[in-house]
């Protein structure tokens, strides 16, 4: 196969590479080509990179060199002359018509100290800005007023002494996304006058009002992705109701030690599921099916597998449990159901025996293995993969044998195992990520898998080269 250089990829590889540049590092990449330059300078295009605007200002550096820049972080600033700065770089017609993201953070000062012409001839437009976050910055009474046609997405962290992004409140019905970690009222004034909302990010404390109930219920109407982190019983009591309602809903997270899987209402458009830090006892009680006939994605503790009917499920992720492993009955028979339809396998926490290991080898439509922590039996480690002959990916995640005091150097198996990996199995590709290693044996082991690994990324972004 043919040597294929970085400017092969396409465009949108290329750019996901450039966008997590840092600054510097970026405005030397602008020189290496014009192909580069002209990805670099266009603001549409990167979305992840971020200027730390008070501190690159307090150390310093003129303005003048940062142009095109779509994110800009702006943290504690008490420094008058920074501020006047900052409120400068904000206003200049340059920066503002390029900015596609402004996050504060622990900002101290009134937000029209930055925001707002002093003169009162100006008002801050923000052409192309799509999001804005306030984490803990302080709450001040007067607002300024902005103008962001295209803001769609807001992050608020906010306690009861903070800001309650009171600033957002005029483009409230243009939102499409909203993570908030605040109180159920912050969230009531947000939700309740939302039209376009999709994807929904809830972290509340406090006492749900029955106004704060109705935004909840009015919101959960419109949003197709929900991730939910309730870790009051007020406010996980009222969920089944609330998803009741919700028959938009496509993607579902759970997240809180209150949940019960008895309580979650049957969705029938729901396409993925996840259920986190749910403690196994929520699921072992009742009896209780959940019908989700177009779940395609499922990630759950291994115990619940049993209380699915998920006709059309193509990806599952299982998390361990102490005292449950796959050879349980339910779930080698639930494996046995979909044996020839189930693609995506990831296996997190829990123990992998040569019985075990068997219930994998009978999902023959696999494509993806990935397992995290996973402990296998070292007899058994070269015969993990036999048998998956559909396998086009297998990541290993600091994966370690039964017994071993270092993980892979007093473990021949494991070695040989890993460092034969590539000549192997070269019917797939192979991803070997090992941070937590004790001695000079492991690292030198690491490093050989890194090498092949890397080969295997550069492989596999040529064919997706020539296919684009």
Not at 41 to 48: A, H, I, V
């Amino acid at each position: 196969m043919s040597q294929a250089a970085i400017n092969d990829l396409p465009v949108e590889l290329l750019i996901e590479v450039l966008d997590h540049l840092r600054f510097n590092d970026r405005r030397t990449a602008e020189g290496v080509c014009t192909h580069w330059n002209s990805i670099l300078t266009e603001s549409r295009y990167l979305k992840k990179t971020v200027l730390h605007l008070g501190s690159y200002i307090s150390q310093g550096h003129n303005l003048d060199e940062i142009r095109h820049y779509p994110v800009v972080v702006i943290g504690d600033v008490t420094d008058a002359a920074v501020l006047d700065q900052i409120r400068e770089f904000l206003f200049s017609e340059e920066v503002s018509s390029n900015l596609v993201a402004i996050h504060l953070t622990n900002f101290s000062q009134p937000m029209e100290r930055i925001f707002e012409d002093p003169a009162g001839k100006k008002t801050l437009n923000l052409p192309k800005l799509e999001e804005i976050k306030f984490e803990r910055c302080a709450k001040h009474s007067s607002e300024p007023n902005i103008i962001a046609p295209r803001l769609k997405c807001v992050d608020l962290i906010s306690h009861n002494s903070h800001y309650p992004g009171d600033l957002v409140m005029p483009f409230v019905e243009q939102i499409q996304e909203m993570n908030l970690y605040t109180s159920f009222k912050v969230s009531g004034q947000l939700l309740r006058n939302a039209k376009n909302l999709r994807k929904l990010y809830l972290r509340i404390y406090g006492i749900m009002s029955p106004q704060d109930l109705e935004a909840l219920k009015h919101a959960f109407k419109l949003v197709e992705n929900v991730n939910i982190d309730l870790p009051g019983e007020d406010a996980i009591k009222n969920l089944p109701e609330l998803l009741q309602t919700s028959h938009n809903i496509h993607v579902l997270t759970i997240a809180s030690s209150k949940f019960s899987i008895n309580t979650l209402p049957s969705m029938e458009n729901l396409q993925e599921l996840n259920l986190l830090s749910i403690p196994a006892q929520r699921f072992t009680t009742g009896t209780h099916k959940l019908s989700l006939p177009k779940l395609w994605k499922l990630q759950t503790v291994m115990s619940t597998v049993k209380r699915f009917v998920v006709p059309n499920l193509k990806s599952l992720t299982l998390l361990g449990e102490v005292y449950t492993n796959l050879r349980e009955p339910h779930i080698r028979h639930f494996f046995k159901q979909f044996a020839h339809q189930l693609e995506e396998l990831d296996l997190l926490d829990l123990t992998l025996s040569k019985k075990c290991i068997r219930v994998v080898h009978s999902l023959a439509k696999l494509h993806s293995l990935m397992l995290c922590k996973v402990q296998v039996d070292e007899h058994e480690v070269g015969n993990l993969m036999d048998g998956l002959r559909s396998l086009r990916m297998a990541r290993f995640v600091n994966c370690y044998p039964y017994t071993a005091e270092c993980y892979y150097c007093s473990c021949a198996e494991y070695r040989e195992f890993f460092e034969g990996l590539k000549d192997e199995y070269d019917y797939c590709g192979v991803s070997v990520t090992l941070d937590e290693l004790e001695c000079d044996q492991c690292m030198s082991l690491g490093a050989i898998l890194c090498s092949f690994t890397t080969s295997y990324q550069h492989q596999r972004l040529e064919e997706m080269s020539c296919l684009s």
